[in-house]
């Protein structure tokens, strides 16, 4: 049984820094390229970052580019999302997936991800 297990939300003030993890199980963790989405209340879940299987090709969406920071390591199934400059706009619930499919043209489309995490909560106050 597959599982992604999320960590290291919490709340941080505006312009402060988190680290995620993101723990795999039940999968062949090197084969999969692995992604961060996120969802703010009310707002519909969207792309953050993906990093493929050997952790050579990183992906961002335009928001967090220069500020967040997506890696692995595949000795411990682990994949991090070290966010700085934080903005209370991206306050919302953080979601680890894995796709074994995703290619570099469709890094952001969500239903390419076949596994998901139970999310972590970020909350960035002003």
């Known amino acids: 049984q597959v599982q992604l297990v999320e960590s290291g939300g919490g709340l941080v003030q505006a312009g402060g820094s988190l680290r995620l993890s993101c723990a795999a199980s039940?999968?062949?963790?090197?084969?999969?390229?692995m992604g961060w989405f996120r969802q703010a209340p009310g707002k519909e879940r969207e792309f953050v970052a993906a990093i493929g299987w050997s952790g050579g090709n990183t992906y961002y969406a335009d928001s967090v580019k220069g500020r967040f920071t997506i890696s692995r390591d595949n000795a411990k199934n682990t994949v991090y999302l070290q966010m700085n400059s934080l903005k209370p706009e991206e306050t919302g619930v953080y979601y680890c997936?894995?796709?074994?499919?995703?290619?570099?043209?469709?890094?952001?489309?969500?239903?390419?991800?076949?596994?998901w995490g139970q999310g972590t909560q970020v909350t960035v106050s002003s």
């Open positions: 039940g999968l062949t963790f090197n084969r999969y390229t």
């Open positions: 997936a894995a796709s074994g499919s995703v290619q570099a043209t469709t890094i952001m489309i969500m239903t390419l991800y076949h596994y």
